[in-house]
């Protein structure tokens, strides 16, 4: 078997980083993390694809949405839903189907299972139940953006969705002003209105970046300083998903 002990691996030499041979087998009792794509069905990973092929069951965030992912790539695996509304519920099924040998492929809607999407819960168990838990890499809107948003990638911080709470959410914004490196956060498109106006006012100098649709037909990049992109709010479209990149001062 494998070890994922952090002191039992050897490290790699540069040259060596990319080893096409190594093909392993999938492990028994192995909950693997598997993201999908987050708008563009190319974006997803050989690797993901036969583990998507190979476990004994999928857990999917949204059975539906999942089964039309697994048809397109022609997996007839099995479904288990598992979402925030009934991740307590499932923790027990899940661990003995672990203890029973079965590789169990984890997926949300989109992107990076776990990050602002149901999965940390699971994952926690499993580690703490000593089961192997293998991450696969992947998608993920935060790391996407990240890339080519043009601002300092050295330090991020992300934040995850804010409050829809008013005071809740300026309460966040004005505790993140210190935060050294770029800030990024999830935001609806149904707020993101308020949020150019929350940054107009809390941070008005800061480049911000607004990422949307990203890997999608309209995927759309806009940036300018806080008081800018308020100042021209009529002209970007609030449809869609949204990454925000805040450039620290
Ligand atoms: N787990 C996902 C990941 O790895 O990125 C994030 C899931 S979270 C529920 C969904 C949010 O991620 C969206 O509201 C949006 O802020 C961001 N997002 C997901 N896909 C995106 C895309 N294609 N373009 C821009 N933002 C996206």
């Not at 999928?58 to 790539?73: I, M, P, S, W, Y």
């Not at 149904?190 to 006012?201: A, M, Q, S, T």
């Not at 300018?224 to 970007?236: D, F, P």
Request: proline residues 5%; charged residues 30%.
């Amino acid at each position: 078997m494998r070890s994922l002990d952090s002191d039992s691996s050897e490290s790699a030499t540069p040259c060596e980083k990319h080893d096409a041979s190594f093909q392993p087998s999938m492990e028994k009792g192995t909950l693997y993390v598997v993201p999908t794509p987050i708008g563009n069905l190319e974006d997803i990973t050989l690797r993901a694809l036969r583990v998507l092929k190979e476990c004994d069951l999928v857990l999917a965030e949204d059975t539906r949405h999942t089964g039309q992912l697994l048809k397109h790539f022609e997996s007839k695996k099995p479904m288990l839903s598992y979402h925030k509304f009934n991740e307590a519920a499932r923790k027990d099924q899940i661990l003995e189907r672990l203890k029973q040998g079965e590789q169990l492929a984890l997926v949300s809607d989109a992107g990076t299972p776990g990050i602002s999407d149901p999965g940390q819960r699971i994952i926690s168990e499993a580690i703490a139940h000593g089961f192997r838990v293998e991450p696969l890499p992947g998608a993920c809107a935060i790391t996407t953006a990240l890339s080519a948003c043009g601002l300092p990638t050295d330090e991020f911080h992300f934040i995850g969705f804010l409050d829809r709470k008013s005071a809740r959410r300026r309460r966040r914004l004005e505790a993140c002003i210190d935060i050294k490196g770029t800030l990024v956060l999830y935001e609806s498109p149904h707020r993101i209105e308020k949020l150019l106006e929350e940054l107009n006012d809390i941070m008005p100098e800061r480049n911000v970046v607004l990422a949307r649709e990203l890997t999608k037909k309209f995927e759309q990049w806009v940036r300018g300083t806080a008081t800018a992109l308020w100042a021209r709010r009529s002209t970007i479209k609030s449809k869609g998903e949204f990454v925000v990149l805040i450039q620290s001062s």
